[in-house]
């Protein structure tokens, strides 16, 4: 049956049952899943209630958040490394190397700068697929399935945005690009580097915000950009961690996710996720919806493919009706979108391009 586009409405709590041949393991008794769905059948603790006040209620899971993740301080003024320079058809496309920490860390990041700057700026954050630099039009190995990789999900838009006038940031996040260990392993790298570090009490969430806040210190300094007209766009992982950094940095003016408009708790409960996107202790207090409405009164632009399997639209219109609720009451319901289109994981790129002109204008 096709999907009729029509929004839920009334619906208190979606969440799918148990993978097919658990139920009656879990009536025994015998499930160690039963742990999960204990603590998964509990409202979130700040989970937003219409009626209640939103400033307070904003302010009370901001400071939770920021509690768990205790991101690193970014270097003010970040020391930055120009290695590599290509003329391309209406732009100049640049390779840089940012030194974030003072134990040398250093984010490799392109950075695409039009001939006809329009003042904004676009951190174009990549998702799983990146290699090298597919955001960019540029495909890592295995070339001929990267560039499959770039057809099937739209994947250029760091380049789509510089066409466009933007100045375009894409930053190799912790674990992808040029920051794969390429260890030999049977366990997921993302997993690996997740365990590795909540032993210490850090999140690769975490992290990857402290080279973002570092590249946007970074991006202030140059002459082309103007950071009040700052704006943030990802495809999957580069979603969900463009939905993390425009809820806890103000700086970022409006923000596009694209292909992850699903839930932590469905995401884990069909075992579709990677350590990369979690943070320790935060379903006690918020999900998804919640942390997209933190981004609240800013503009953000929501893209959902019906086929996309990431994002089951039955669970994604829930999120959405929730974050819509949070909008609401910040009084910033013309600033929320949602574009379903018919597709499945992909950059959709229609609708958002024009509302990004009107917002960073």
């Given amino acids: 049956m096709r999907p009729d586009r029509t929004l839920l409405t009334g619906v208190q709590q979606a969440f799918p049952a148990p993978p097919d041949g658990l139920s009656g393991q879990l009536r025994s008794g015998l499930s160690p899943l039963g742990d999960f769905l204990r603590l998964a059948n509990q409202p979130c603790a700040l989970q937003f209630v219409p009626g209640t006040d939103w400033e307070a209620w904003h302010a009370a899971l901001r400071a939770e958040l920021d509690e768990l993740l205790h991101v690193p301080p970014a270097p003010p003024a970040p020391e930055d490394h120009l290695v590599g320079v290509s003329e391309e ?8 190397l940012l030194t974030v ?47 499959e990789v770039m057809r099937d999900h739209n994947y250029g838009y760091a380049r789509q945005a510089v066409r466009r006038g933007y100045v375009a940031a894409t930053p190799d996040f912790r674990g992808f690009g040029e920051r794969d260990d390429h ?17 210490y009490g850090h999140s690769i969430v975490a992290l990857q915000l402290h080279d973002l806040r570092a590249l946007i210190n970074h991006l202030g300094s140059r002459p082309e950009v103007d950071l009040f007209r700052l704006g943030c766009l990802g495809l999957s992982y580069g979603g969900r961690m463009t939905m993390y950094a425009a809820a806890t940095d103000g700086r970022i003016r409006a923000a596009v996710v694209s292909g992850a408009l699903n839930s932590f708790k469905e995401r884990l409960l069909r075992n579709q996720s990677c350590g990369a996107q979690f943070v320790p202790g ?11 409405g933190l981004i609240a009164p800013r503009p953000l632009f929501l893209e959902l493919g019906c086929r996309d399997d990431t994002s089951p639209e039955l669970f994604a219109s829930e999120i959405y009706q929730q974050v819509a609720r949070t909008y609401a009451a910040a009084d910033a319901h013309k600033k929320l979108v949602l574009d379903v289109f018919e597709w499945d994981h ?10 990004l002109e009107e917002q960073l204008r």
């Avoid at 960019?136 to 560039?147: C, L, M, N, Y």
């Avoid at 260890?183 to 032993?199: G, I, K, M, N, V």
């Avoid at 935060?282 to 997209?292: G, M």
């Avoid at 992909?346 to 509302?355: E, M, N």
């Fill in 89 to 96: 058809d209406g732009y100049r496309r640049e390779r840089h």
């Fill in 101 to 147: 920490d003072e134990h040398g860390t250093q984010v490799p990041y392109w950075l695409l700068v039009p001939e006809r700057p329009n003042g904004a700026a676009l951190l174009c954050l990549h998702g799983h697929g990146y290699t090298f630099g597919e955001t960019v039009g540029v495909p890592g190995e295995p070339i001929a399935q990267q560039r």
């Fill in 183 to 199: 260890e030999p392993s049977h366990r997921d790298p993302c997993d690996a580097y997740f365990l590795r570090l909540s032993q």
């Fill in 282 to 292: 935060l379903l006690r207090f918020a999900d998804v919806p919640e942390l997209l």
């Fill in 346 to 355: 992909r950059f959709h790129g229609v609708g958002c391009w024009p509302w």
